[in-house]
């Protein structure tokens, strides 16, 4: 049998602990982190934060401190602003009725959120008024139910009033509403976990009692996909996304590993070893038929659909070592992006105007992004091994695992590198997958 190299770092996990299949162990990096700017979206990167003050939060209690504090979270994450704590100016504005322009003014803030909260008996009514500082006027109120302080949605909630906020100031949708699903071996087996995108309300999505890795969502996050030995063969299963029975979606003879959905949600891109040897194909998820898109003796893997479901990235080492390739949806028109060093795990952005990727520098594995036509090459990390890209659904922001802490733990950044956040904390954690927007689906 070819000698199989699975992508991703819980892709060689799986190497590892199935020695006869693959015979493969990944190594370890380090490089000081490069930056570039690459402000060259589809829509435009980032260039001017609008700034923002949120008021304390009435009345005080458990509940008000944390909508005032996700409210800020999620605002700041969405790089779109410079949050302005109304607690911090305390000294400075009165938390009253009315607002007080001029002092909020007097730290430049731009908009204000002033929030109140009135119990209810399934929980609260949250009402939340944004003001124009500078024109001194209320521009937009919005009125929620909020669930229980216990509840799981309850958080979930103030990330979609985080989204309406960003939505309604900059026209651009925020992605607070979304979750990362990753593979965990803290209980054992290597089950699929969800959790929100900030770490927190986590939950379980399989229960196999066995190596489950690999997640990918499905384009409307109804589903999660991976790889899973639950039969003793690696096969491709998927399960409701809130967690409930797997199913499979490809038990073919070999292995059924590295799943990728399209956008419109009708395909998904993976590989097959059916034929003998690691290739990529296309399986039309409705009607359950293949489509080959590779044909060589090498072994070709990892793959990942562009923003228009036209172009597939993926990893070959067709020349010898893995580097990243990019291909027609129907496989024709083949380029190698990178050279040199060993590249894995690449990751089309959905503004679709760069790939993020898994490089071999000095011995261990980083995250880096280039262009999709090959330039711009720009390191992001440097300290410890970083694997697993995963981008966010705007393109701004990148979930992936890190040993930079000791054990792997899955860790978000922004689309340069910057604002590095722990998800997970504890080790055991591999292969993030950034959701869709999912408003309140759980």
Known sequence: MNRIRPAGRAARVLAGSLLILFGVIA???????????????IRGYVDEKINIAIDEVTPASS?????????????????RFN???????????RTTDSVDYEAWSIFGTRYLVKAS???????FAADIELHNVPFQQQVRTLSYALPDLGSPNFRMTIHQISNEIIRELTGEQGVADTRIAFASRRRGDKEIFVTDYDGQDPYRVTRLDTISMTPDWSADGAEICFTTF??????????????????????????????????????????????????????????????????NL???????????????????????????????????????LTFGNEAHSPEWSPKGDRIAYVERIGG???????????????????TGDNEDPSWSPDGLHIGFSSTRSGPSDIYTMDWNGQHIRP????????????????GDRR
């Not at 998800?423 to 999912?438: A, E, I, K």
């Open 230 to 295: 639950v039969r003793g063969n690696a096969d491709l299963y998927c399960a409701p996304s809130s967690g409930g029975r797997a199913r499979p979606l490809s038990d073919r003879k070999g292995l059924n590993i590295a799943p990728a959905w399209s956008s419109d949600g009708r395909q998904m891109a993976l590989t097959l070893t059916k034929d003998g040897n690691a290739e990529l194909y296309v399986l039309n998820v409705g009607r359950r038929n293949l489509r080959r898109l590779t044909y």
């Open 423 to 438: 998800v997970t904390r504890g080790g055991g954690y591999h292969s993030p997958s950034w959701s869709p927007h999912l």
């Open 83 to 93: 949050v302005i704590s109304g607690r911090a100016q305390a000294g400075v504005v």
């Open 298 to 336: 090498g072994i070709d893997t990892a793959p990942s659909w562009s923003q228009n479901d036209r172009r597939i990235v993926f990893e070959s080492d067709r020349g010898g070592r893995s580097q990243i390739f990019v291909m027609d949806a129907e496989g024709a028109n083949l380029k190698q």
């Open 63 to 79: 509940a008000a401190q944390t909508v005032a504090e996700t409210l800020a979270f999620d605002l700041d994450f969405s790089l």
């Open 364 to 382: 261990r594995f980083q995250i880096v992004t280039i262009g999709v036509n090959g330039d711009g090459r720009t390191v992001l990390t440097s």
């Open 27 to 41: 190594g370890s990096s380090s490089l000081a982190a490069q930056e570039q700017d690459v402000r060259v979206g």
């Open 117 to 123: 909260l009135d119990a209810t008996g399934a929980g």
